[in-house]
Structure formats: C-alpha cells, structure tokens
C-alpha cells in the first residue's frame, strides 16, 4: 500500500474512532506490518507539531488517539459546554501513584503503604476510569488486584508507564510495619511524587478530604 495512501486511512480511522485504537488493529485493518504503522503514526505526529494544527495524535503505550491540543481546551471546552474533569484530592492522587508504580496491586498494599483505608479513593479512581480491575491474587481471600488504564497515560501526557519518574520503592515488609498516619498527612520522607501534566486538562490536586467524604 502506497505510504501516503496509508496515512490517509489511519488518520480517518483515529478521527471517526474518538478512543484509542491497537496497532494491532490498525495492522489487521490495512494489512501492513507493526513497524510501518508506527512510523506512519509518528510522522502524522511531528506533521501536526510542526504546522501547529488544531488536533494532535496521542501514543498511549501500544495504541494510538486522536485528540485536540492543549492550548485550545478553552475554546473547546466553550463551544461543547463541556464540563472540566473532576479534581483528584491528595488522598485520591496519592493512592494512584501507589498503584501506577506497583501495579497489578490490591487495596490493602496500598492501605499498607498509606496507613489509612483507602476503599473511597479506590473507588474514586475506578468511578473516573483511571484504575481498573485486573484479576485476583492467588492468596487467601483471593483481593481484586487493580491496575493504571489508558485514561491514566492520557491524563498525565504518558506513552507508556515506563515514562513515569524513577521512585524508591518500599518493600511490603517494611510497609507493614510503618505506623498508622493521619488520612491526607504525607511524611516528608515518603518517595510518592505524581508524575503531574496537563496534557489532558488535569486539575491540580484540590484540599484531601478524609476517606467516604465527597470531593
């Protein structure tokens, strides 16, 4: 398939899409190769870049998403009376940067390493699709282990997890051994530190409510 010919058909399959969308798709669609995708893909990135336009393409790990830039949510966010995405309180933001950096993890590591119960920021990230479920860990009570999703790398401007900043993790014998603290209270010592971008119009983290409050 001609080169052009084939940047035409994945830029109208990002565009009527309006999610992301697998290379592994777009290879069964066109028939071509993984490797001449991507490439395709990232030239129509640095085109957009380079003329300024008004969309841009987003790589989110393996999959590809047609979206607007930043520098107009204002103006979109106006004419589709959108409302802004919910805010993240610290609690929330501070259990999604646990569970980014030690995923597939379940609720009572992350409670191991907060100190404090966390269903509500749990549930919080589910309900705002920035955590999913991802199976259960073969051990007694057999927990739900949850896991980042697209929306997670779409917020804060990732391709791919392995983009996050570098951390010191903590063991969970060590986690297990910390004392309990104050719901929204972080040490100054802890190693948590969001990887923050507005790439998808992400408000900064809004006052910590104690756990079951609504934000």
């Known amino acids: 398939m001609d080169h052009k010919e084939l940047a035409r058909i994945c830029e109208a399959i990002l565009f009527a ?7 592994e798709r777009l290879c069964f669609v066109t028939e071509t190769d993984p490797d001449e995708i991507r490439g395709v893909l990232r030239e129509l990135m640095d085109l957009y870049a380079f ?42 933001l501070e259990t999604l940067t646990i569970i980014a950096y030690y995923q597939p993890t379940t609720k009572a590591f992350v409670e191991k390493l907060r100190g404090v119960d966390s269903s509500y920021s749990v549930s919080a990230l589910l309900n705002k699709k920035l955590i999913a479920e991802n199976g259960r860990l073969e051990a007694p009570g ?6 980042t999703t697209p929306d997670f790398l779409r917020t804060f401007g990732l391709e791919s997890l392995e983009e996050l900043p570098e951390m010191e993790k903590v063991s969970f014998s060590n986690a297990a051994e910390a004392e309990p603290r104050e719901e929204g209270r972080t040490d100054s010592s802890t190693p948590l530190r969001p990887a923050q971008n507005d790439a998808a119009g992400a408000d900064a983290p809004e006052g910590p409510p104690r756990e079951g409050e609504t934000p």
């Open 17 to 23: 899409a309006g999610e992301p969308v697998e290379t």
């Open 51 to 92: 003329e300024r336009r008004g969309i841009r393409i987003l790589r989110l790990e393996d999959s590809w998403q047609m979206c607007s830039q930043n520098d107009l949510a204002p103006w979109v966010t106006k004419a589709l009376e959108t409302r802004k995405p919910p805010k993240l309180s610290a609690s929330q």
């Open 142 to 147: 057999r927990p739900i282990l949850y896991v």
